[in-house]
Nanobody
Framework: EVQLVESGGGLVQAGGSLRLSCAAS????????MGWFRQAPGKEREGVSC????????YYADSVRDRFTISSNTAKNTVYLQMNSLKPEDTAVYYC???????????????????????????WGKGTLVTVSS
């Protein structure tokens, strides 16, 4: 069974940076894409970014584009999310997920017209908390 472990969350001031990591086991990256989601208290989980094997497809939500960068190390089955220019509204628990490879492709190809949502995704990490102070 796929297992995912996030790390790198913490408390930062607005304008600061963090890098999140997600390490996968029992997993072959070539068979999946990897995604990042986030959930603020009282809010629904929202899609942030995804990346397919060999970076064939990459997607960013409008709210994070030009500030966040997703990357991967396929040999290590690890995906990263570099978060710069953080804002208080970025405060949330951040989750990584293994998703069908085709899902990230179609989300990216349609420019987000096919929504990047959490419904139906089977493999999740337990999350890492990011808190951005004003």
């Amino acid at each position: 069974e796929v297992q995912l472990v996030e790390s790198g969350g913490g408390l930062v001031q607005a304008g600061g940076s963090l890098r999140l990591s997600c390490a996968a086991s029992e997993f072959t990256f070539d068979d999946y894409a990897m995604g990042w989601f986030r959930q603020a208290p009282g809010k629904e989980r929202e899609g942030v970014s995804c990346i397919s094997a060999n970076e064939g497809s990459i997607y960013y939500a409008d709210s994070v584009r030009d500030r966040f960068t997703i990357s991967s190390n396929t040999a290590k089955n690890t995906v990263y999310l570099q978060m710069n220019s953080l804002k208080p509204e970025d405060t949330a628990v951040y989750y990584c997920a293994a998703i069908p490879r085709e899902y990230c492709t179609i989300v990216a190809t349609t420019g987000g017209r096919v929504k990047f949502e959490y419904y139906g995704i089977d493999y999740w990490g337990k999350g890492t908390l990011v808190t951005v102070s004003s």
